[in-house]
């Protein structure tokens, strides 16, 4: 089983649409959680940190599920400018406990007018 | 701040020449790291350090080498260009390991 796993897509959605990303993660001692955006040839940048009780900014909101081991990204009312890749990004602690983040696959999506 | 930097932003090497790929950070992070993605693939952890003098191997380290001789620089060496070395490569920097990572804007190596 992969450590992070995400479906890679690609979701096409119109604008204004709803849409979600689920990504799991293997490791339950996993303490720190991300969402990652990547645009086409450019370097990722963080999108927003996932929390435990839930977060939200805007139209983006990120949820965790610790029992089940997944995260998930809900993005509102898409735009035009929201196709790009996000990454799920969960930090795994090693056993020297130097830990490391680790990045899924990623999921494409594109954002239709 | 400039964040993280990295030179050149694209180069073309011929198979069994050797190059350095610069990163530099301005952050004062303690943690660096060097990662490389294929097309269309997820990113793969070369190397790691935690600080200045410290450097560890990552999920896909054969081929190339790392030193860590300040806080703000990460430089990662390839010896051997091998065509399997063409890939584009991000190095990142966080404060610390659970914290969230800045990359820099990528070198896209071609090995012909």
């Known amino acids: 089983r992969k450590e992070v796993e995400q479906d890679p897509g690609p979701f096409n959605v119109p604008e204004g649409a709803t849409v979600a990303f689920n990504c799991t993660y293997s490791?339950?001692?996993?303490?720190?959680f991300f969402w990652y955006r990547q645009d086409c040839r450019k370097e990722p940048k963080l999108l927003m940190s996932v929390y435990s009780s839930g977060n939200e900014d805007g139209r983006f909101t990120a949820q965790l599920n610790r029992a089940s081991q997944y995260i998930s990204l809900l993005i509102r009312d898409s735009k035009l400018s929201d196709s790009a890749t996000y990454l799920c990004v969960v930090n795994m602690l090693g056993s020297s406990n130097t830990g490391k983040l680790i990045f899924g696959q990623g999921t494409t999506l594109q954002v239709k007018p | 701040n400039a964040g993280v930097t990295q030179t050149p932003k694209f180069r073309i090497l011929k198979i069994g020449q050797s190059m350095t790929l610069q990163c530099t950070q301005d952050m004062n992070h303690n943690y660096m790291y060097w990662y490389r993605q294929d097309p269309g693939m997820g990113l793969k952890l070369i190397y790691y350090?935690?600080?200045?003098?410290?450097?560890d191997k990552g999920e896909v380290p054969n081929g190339y080498n790392v030193s860590r001789s300040t806080t703000e620089d990460f430089p990662l060496r390839l010896e051997l260009a091998a065509p399997s070395q063409t890939s584009v490569y991000f190095c990142?920097?966080?404060?610390?390991?659970?914290?969230?990572?800045?990359f820099g804007p990528g070198t896209r190596l071609l090995v012909l």
């Open positions: 990142a920097s966080s404060r610390r390991v659970t914290e969230t990572q800045y």
């Open positions: 350090s935690v600080g200045a003098g410290i450097t």
């Open positions: 490791n339950s001692a996993s303490q720190s």
